[in-house]
């Protein structure tokens, strides 16, 4: 996501920052340059205006004209402006700790909702918070046994009454259940809709006012754009909703919804699905997006990544394994596994401060490496995984044939494993950690 934007804006700011000293024609025309980026990544044209106006009114000023280093005053102005534009705060979701919380998405036919209740779900499960999904989607041909399907795969209950139209009776067949079954947190599904259709607008009325939610969610396609944001304010007239979820972010290189929503509704961008996993949803932070934008990197989202991936007691046992030189393949391909169940590589290149667009075009970022790497390691038997220098140049030939790979794959692969562990060894060691200390 921002992909486009941030290679143009990486472009900007390096000529910029080259700069000794700025004047008032270098600013405007990096301004020209800036507007011309955010319209093409499809913002709000009324948006890009006031953005540029506010931004040219700060960068002239006379702390940026007289700074040591002007360029890159004018890269914070521009990073406290996105992050204005964004939302200054961060959203959070309340749950009660005495009584239900309820959660209503709404949106557009096709915009995710249905996936997005069991992402929501799973995001929001943990000690003490036992959720339920309502299917209130009673038009869309098998969205009732989509939703079924994916609080299966996650175990979540789903409440669907396959009989009824009717999703008001549904709803409140739903909440007498949930009292029953001790759900603290509900979610409903409710069918897409345009905006002009007053009937079924009135039927999203009905149905907030029967069930009093908590959160209202409205759940649009980040490669919608500027529609997305358009029917979004339509949406927010009639029902007034708490904020903003954006789909399919992975797949927006632009990234305008996500910049103008926040203006043109007033309210937050809360959450993003990033992939087709249930675990590709994150909460939005706009001072972390607008890091990324600018090729800062979001190190605080890629260490809750690493948590929620990580079994952190496997992980200090395979430390003590590192330090005392008994690192083997098998700790090799739990450390790899880990790192896939973070999310593709590229994603997570994306998040590391100073790997912007630009030095990401170089590097092959393949995700398939990973798994030829993996199929090597289980093409070894349990004592070769345990003592790689048994393995001699036919049992190479035999983890080739037996993975798919080249003998060269494989002898690189062996070539790096015990690079890392001589690595490993001299880490461990306190007389070299001490000879290398960085004086802070």
């Known amino acids: 996501m921002f992909d486009s934007l941030s290679e143009r804006f990486d472009t900007i700011f390096r000529k910029l920052k080259g700069r000794g000293k700025l004047t008032e024609d270098n600013i405007k025309e990096s301004m020209r340059e800036v507007r011309r980026a955010l319209l093409e990544a499809d913002v ?35 990073h406290e402006q996105l992050i204005h534009l964004m939302g200054d705060t961060n959203f959070s979701i309340r749950l009660h700790d005495n009584r239900m919380t309820k959660i209503l998405l709404v949106g557009l036919q096709g915009s995710g909702k249905t996936t997005t209740c069991s ?21 869309r041909p098998a969205a009732i046994h989509q939703l079924e399907v ?24 739903a909440m007498k259940r949930a009292e029953v079954d001790n759900v603290n947190l509900m979610i409903f599904d409710t069918a897409g809709r345009l905006h002009i259709d007053s009937l079924l607008m009135k039927e999203l009325r009905d149905l907030k006012k029967a069930v009093e939610p908590d959160y209202i969610f409205f759940v649009a396609d980040a490669m919608t754009g500027q529609d997305a944001v358009n029917v979004a304010r339509e949406f ?51 001072d972390r997006m607008a890091n990324r934008i600018l090729g800062m990197g979001d190190v605080l989202s890629l260490i809750e ?21 008994q690192f083997t393949f098998d700790d090799f391909l739990k450390q790899l596994q880990q790192i896939r169940n973070m999310g593709p590589l590229d994603q997570l290149m994306g998040m590391i401060p100073g790997m912007n667009n630009k030095a990401m075009k170089g590097m092959q970022v393949d995700d ?47 070539k790096q494993f015990e690079q890392m562990k001589k690595m490993m060894k001299k880490f461990s060691n306190p007389k070299f950690m001490k000879g290398n200390m960085l004086p802070f």
Do not use: W
């Open 44 to 78: 709000n044209f009324k948006i890009v205006k006031n953005f540029i106006n506010e931004v040219s009114a700060k960068a002239v000023g006379t702390e940026v004209m007289k700074s040591l280093t002007p360029g890159h005053q004018v890269v914070k102005i521009v």
């Open 119 to 139: 992402k929501l779900a799973n995001k929001l499960r943990k000690k003490g918070i036992n959720p339920m999904l309502v299917a209130c989607d009673v038009y």
């Open 150 to 173: 994916l609080g299966k795969q996650l175990s979540i209950p789903v409440f669907s009454d396959p009989k009824s139209k009717n999703v008001v009776k549904i709803a409140k067949k």
């Open 236 to 286: 927010h007239d009639q029902l007034a909703f708490s904020g903003v979820i954006l789909t399919k972010m992975d797949s927006d290189a632009r990234g305008g919804a996500a910049l103008s929503i926040k203006a043109v509704t007033g309210k937050p961008l809360c959450f993003v699905g990033t992939g087709e996993k249930v675990s590709d949803f994150e909460e939005f932070h706009p």
């Open 305 to 325: 990544k690493a948590e929620a991936s990580m079994d952190m007691e496997e992980a200090e046992a395979m430390a003590k394994r590192m330090q005392k030189n």
């Open 368 to 414: 398939g490496q990973l798994q030829r790497v993996e199929a090597i390691i289980f093409s070894m038997t349990p004592r070769e995984r345990d003592k790689p220098l048994l393995i001699n140049g036919s049992r190479r030939k035999r983890i080739a044939a037996g993975s798919g790979t080249s003998v060269q794959e494989v002898n690189r692969l062996l």
